[in-house]
């Protein structure tokens, strides 16, 4: 199965600041990867497909890129909101894999 | 807006079956678009797909669980079931239910349940 490494773990940062994350795949998954905001007792939420397709609804604060086995998430300006766990995920061969997370925190 | 919940027990014992269920509201399950797939979580892990209902009687499960797992559609509720066989306590986690499809992305999830494995 493919392995999908997140990092950082954590990121520490303030609102307004930009947050970058990562995640890298142990084989290529071409554009097959999504990412997922989690917040405790809520259920996760579709942010990016694709590698870089915005889900509906999703602010253009956040952009997703990459292909092959290196992709990025951006948030371009953090909002109060924002703070959550973020995963990615392949879908382009079974079995459907995810990445640790990286816990964005103030 | 398509919506699913999950329900089931939160409590089953060592060696006992997990079963829950997931309802699908604001959409057919019959749709062969869709596939319906169950995630699970484990207490400060990662998350683990379980494994998928899809077009006429499919399913695709995960190797590591897939000697232990049903997945089954019932479309005159319009819902899709987890059966977890011979359980234990790595079995204790949270499981979300979730609509994916053929090379697609898991949206929208249910909000999730907790289920414990203890006697």
């Known amino acids: 199965e493919i392995l999908l490494t997140q990092s950082p773990g954590t990121l520490s940062l303030s609102p307004g600041e930009r947050a970058t994350l990562s995640c890298r795949a142990s084989q290529s998954v071409s554009s097959y990867l999504a990412w997922y905001q989690h917040k405790p007792g809520q259920a996760p939420r579709l942010l990016i497909y694709?590698?870089?397709s915005r889900a509906t609804g999703i602010p253009d604060r956040f952009s997703g890129s990459g292909s092959g086995t290196d992709f990025t998430l951006t948030i371009s300006r953090l909002e109060p909101e924002d703070f959550a766990v973020y995963y990615c995920q392949q879908y382009g061969s079974s079995p459907d894999t995810f990445g640790g997370g990286t816990k964005v925190e103030i | 807006q398509v919506q699913l919940q999950e329900s089931g027990p939160g409590l089953v014992k060592p060696s006992q079956t997990l079963s829950l269920t997931c309802t699908v509201s604001?959409?057919?399950?019959?749709?062969?678009?869709?596939?319906w797939s169950w995630i699970r979580q484990p207490a400060g892990k990662g998350l683990e797909w379980i494994g998928r209902?899809?077009?006429?009687?499919?399913?695709n499960y995960n190797p590591s669980l897939k000697s232990r797992v049903t997945i089954s559609l019932d479309t005159s509720k319009n819902q899709f079931s987890l059966r977890l066989t011979s359980v234990t306590a790595a079995d204790t986690a949270m499981y979300y239910c979730a609509r994916d499809g053929s090379l697609k992305w898991f949206d929208p999830w249910g909000q999730g349940i907790l289920v414990t494995v203890s006697s």
């Open positions: 604001g959409g057919s399950i019959s749709s062969n678009t869709y596939y």
């Open positions: 209902f899809y077009g006429a009687g499919r399913t």
């Open positions: 694709g590698a870089s």
